[in-house]
């Protein structure tokens, strides 16, 4: 049921919210992570060295999210890895190893052949799932599920965001039994991670309707570059995906400092490309290397979306679109920034007149190699 809404991806963003608060809620304790699901399982964390994500599609674009976040909080090395490329290149892992899964569906057949491969190799196995009783999680020695509620539409979004909290509530719990963090300092992140939801309602009202025109206007738009640093760019990456899923059209996400090592060439006159800008109070330097790419780009006539936080006004001279997000710490930036990239995806297919619900050649999970 769509519930009054033109399609399940529109009614899907518009739940990202609750996504996130229903994800979290639960699972928090004194203002501690406390996840229910993890209790007794302080030796899967204890002895490992090294975490392992695996996923596909965006769901892998979370778990690169939550590398920053791991390494950050948790300490422990962090990669990420697309679950089919994993297993069929030797990897070294073992029983150091905790390899963390993220499948909306839990039934992503590429995935589910990397956690067997990853048991079978005495590697310790933790699925983020957002299907209760589905195949991995039940290949898998923990679970954290997140409760982003059904989703429908083939191209993820509201799972997306639970996935990049899930993630957080684990690399904080992990940091709590390694000690990395003291107790004020989770406190601290959970308090940020509470406040997202109300952030992205903002994003929600105060920027949908400002999005979905500025998509209309693009209608005929024949391809889109997005740019990113640090967390921005998995999201850029993303914003990316989305596009090239449902509206078809080509579109490259990209690292901010790799644009003078390759794709400055592609800049034209006209070209769209959105750049998630970093927080200038947070992160100053990567907000002032972010802001010179914008003017070398601009410079060569590209048409600048800009992803900026609220009252960052460096980028309005070079800026032809201002697409605004309320102010948070760094490791929280991502999950508001790709809010209004989902919308501009669903705007830009909508104006195409396509389902954005079922996309052309697309299966909402896939379960065959
Ligand atoms: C793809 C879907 O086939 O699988 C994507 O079209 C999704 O939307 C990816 O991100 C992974 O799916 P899952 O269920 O493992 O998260």
């Given amino acids: 049921d769509k519930g009054g809404w033109s399609s399940f991806m529109a009614k ?16 928090i304790r004194d203002g501690l992570v406390s996840i229910p699901e993890l209790d007794g399982l302080d030796e899967l964390f ?23 976040a791991i390494e950050q909080w948790a300490r422990v090395p962090a990669d990420v890895e697309l679950a089919h490329e994993f297993r069929y290149r030797d990897p070294v892992i ?7 899964s ?31 009783g589905a195949t991995i999680p039940r290949e898998s020695d923990a679970i954290v599920y997140t409760h982003a509620g059904p989703e429908v539409a083939v191209a993820s979004t509201k799972a997306f965001v639970a996935q990049i909290t899930a993630l957080y509530l684990l690399a904080l719990h992990i940091s ?32 949908q309707a400002h999005i979905e025109q500025f998509a209309r206007w693009m209608g005929d738009t024949q391809s889109v570059l997005f740019l990113g640093r640090h967390v921005g760019y998995p999201i850029a990456l993303e914003g990316a995906l989305k596009l090239k899923e449902i509206s078809y059209i080509h579109a490259e996400g990209f690292a901010a400092g790799e644009l003078k090592h390759g794709p400055i060439a592609l800049i034209e006159p006209g070209q769209p490309v959105f750049v998630i800008v970093p927080s200038p109070r947070h992160s100053p ?19 600048i979306i800009a992803v900026a936080e609220e009252g960052d006004a460096a980028v309005l001279p070079y800026a032809d679109e201002v697409l605004r997000i309320p102010l948070a710490d760094p490791l929280f930036e991502p999950l508001l920034a790709v809010v209004p990239l989902h919308i501009f995806a669903m705007g830009l297919a909508t104006a ?7 996309p052309r050649n697309l299966a909402k999970s896939v379960t065959v190699e």
């Fill in 352 to 358: 195409k007149g396509l389902d954005v619900d079922q």
């Fill in 46 to 68: 204890a002895g490992i060295n090294r975490i392992i994500v695996v996923a596909c599609g965006t769901a892998a674009y979370a778990g690169m999210v939550g590398k920053y």
């Fill in 285 to 303: 330097l990567l907000h002032s290397k972010v802001v010179s790419n914008i003017q070398e780009i601009r410079a060569r006539g590209a048409r």
């Fill in 176 to 207: 709590h039994v390694r000690g990395t963090l003291s107790d004020t300092e989770v406190r601290q992140q959970v308090l940020e991670l509470e406040a997202v939801p109300d952030k992205i309602a903002r994003v929600l009202e105060d920027e």
């Fill in 12 to 27: 899907e963003v518009s739940e990202e919210p609750e996504a996130i608060a229903n994800t979290v809620r639960g699972r």
């Fill in 102 to 132: 993220i499948s909306q569906s839990g039934e992503t057949m590429d995935t589910l052949m990397a956690v067997k491969y990853a048991r079978e190799r005495g590697a310790k196995t933790l699925s983020i799932c957002n299907t209760q």
């Fill in 94 to 100: 073992g029983a150091d190893t905790l390899v963390v």
